[in-house]
């Protein structure tokens, strides 16, 4: 047992939480939200569990798994549903949360080797990520664009004059990484561009990679191809190491997250997630808002990568509450409690019925225990997913981007 444990930091092999899983006494605190804020209503934050509404997707049905798998003889053999047990575990690091505090056992960490174990001994990967991982050897990116796609977000603000540098040509202080998302998916392009404005805005020396940026490796490395993983990422620490970079930048939360914990003490410069940047420069008076947004009824969602990963909570708050024309109200579950929206870990890839009835659940709790018309997050796995929930409404809830928000409300960066 190791009290304080960090949430997907140092993992260990599968046979070194043998120990701990035998501690697990199924008191089921695990599946829940602290005892002391709970609401019946909302008590439950284990997404396979709600879903599947068997033990063994919770983390103390886990834990037997990881026991019968470790017995000697072995007391578990492969089956389909075994595999659905293993992958379908979001690694939102909800019952490591709650447990490692009282009892000191890493159970996200546990379920995360777990998946690795699999993986080795061909259990996966899963069709759906198998294809991702070859989309990320092939294009370096998880949605089988081409490269030289990859900045295209970039020429449009170029061209209408915004000063973008070249990291790989030019020197610069900050490096934005906007992430394979925000480079491809047209849904969520808008936070690139709207990250773009802000650092413009800010006056800060800093460039982009464009079509020479790699995947940071999130997906992979969630679904257990750790071996894939630790060669991949080589590379990637050569090419950021030798830009003489004094901070990297993310809007993503699983970029932050991966570079935070997988490539801890391997990159020779500050890594931050923008919200703490722009909070920081709202406080120094770097940014001003200029124009109120329309009275906006809106609730924060707390991204796993970014919350429970790393504490980021008080940021995005600040930020929202001094944005002028917002009703800022919050859900039930948050912070540490929040509810994970039901992507990660793979999920949304390989197990979309599930991850899209999670955000189902989660936008419910946004409408009928915050009132809010619009929910903000700040990772583009969360507001996809969250996304897709909100379509199927018919109240005209939506999905929205920090970013975007604080872009918005900046106003127009060509007249600054």
């Not at 293993?86 to 490692?100: D, R, V, W």
């Not at 080795?120 to 759906?128: A, D, K, T, V």
């Not at 490269?147 to 900050?174: C, F, H, P, T, Y």
């Not at 790393?310 to 409690?337: H, T, W």
């Amino acid at each position: 047992m190791k009290f304080g444990s960090k949430i997907a930091r140092d993992i260990k092999p599968l046979v070194e939480y043998r120990d701990d899983a035998w501690k697990c006494v199924r008191c089921g605190v695990c599946r829940g939200t602290d005892p002391p804020e709970m609401n019946y209503l909302y008590a439950d934050s284990c997404p396979p569990g709600m879903y599947y509404k068997f033990e063994s997707y919770y983390a103390a049905g886990r834990n037997e798994i990881i026991k019968c798998l470790l017995a000697d003889p072995p007391q578990l053999e492969f089956s389909p549903e075994l595999q659905r047990i293993i992958f379908t575990c979001t690694a939102c690091g909800n019952c490591q949360q709650l447990c490692n505090v009282q009892k000191g056992l890493e159970t996200t960490n546990a379920f995360q080797a777990l998946k690795v174990y699999a993986q080795r001994r061909g259990w996966g990967p899963l069709p759906e990520h198998d294809a991702m991982i070859k989309s990320i050897i092939n294009y370096d990116n998880p949605w089988m664009s081409p490269r030289v796609q990859r900045g295209r977000w970039a020429k449009k603000l170029i061209k209408q004059g915004m000063d973008i540098k070249d990291a790989s040509k030019e020197k610069v202080d900050i490096l934005y990484f906007p992430g394979c998302n925000a480079s491809y998916v047209p849904d969520i392009t808008p936070v690139a561009e709207a990250t773009a404005k802000i650092l413009h805005l800010a006056g800060v020396n800093w460039g982009i990679l464009g079509d020479k940026e790699r995947c940071c490796g999130s997906t992979p490395f969630r679904v257990g191809a750790e071996d894939w993983f630790d060669d991949y990422k080589k590379e990637s620490i050569n090419q950021l190491n030798n830009l003489g970079i004094k901070t990297m930048i993310t809007a993503c939360a699983g970029c932050h997250s991966t570079f935070s914990h997988q490539y801890a003490g391997e990159l020779n410069f500050e890594e931050v997630h923008i919200i703490e940047l722009v909070d920081r420069m709202i406080q120094e008076g770097r940014l001003k808002f200029k124009k109120p947004l329309d009275n906006l009824k809106v609730t924060y969602h707390d991204p796993c990568h970014i919350g429970r990963y790393s504490s980021i909570y008080d940021s995005p708050r600040r930020v929202l509450e001094a944005l002028p024309g917002v009703e800022f109200k919050e859900m039930v579950r948050i912070r540490e409690n929040a509810l994970c929206c039901g992507s990660g870990g793979g999920c949304k890839t390989a197990f979309a019925d599930f991850a899209l009835d999670t955000a189902k659940i989660r936008m419910d709790e946004a409408k009928d225990a915050a009132g809010a018309d619009i929910v903000t997050t700040c990772c583009p796995f969360c507001e996809i997913n969250l996304g897709d929930a909100a379509k199927s409404r018919a109240d005209g809830m939506k999905v929205v981007d920090l970013m975007e928000l604080i872009s918005e409300s900046l106003g127009d960066w060509k007249s600054s």
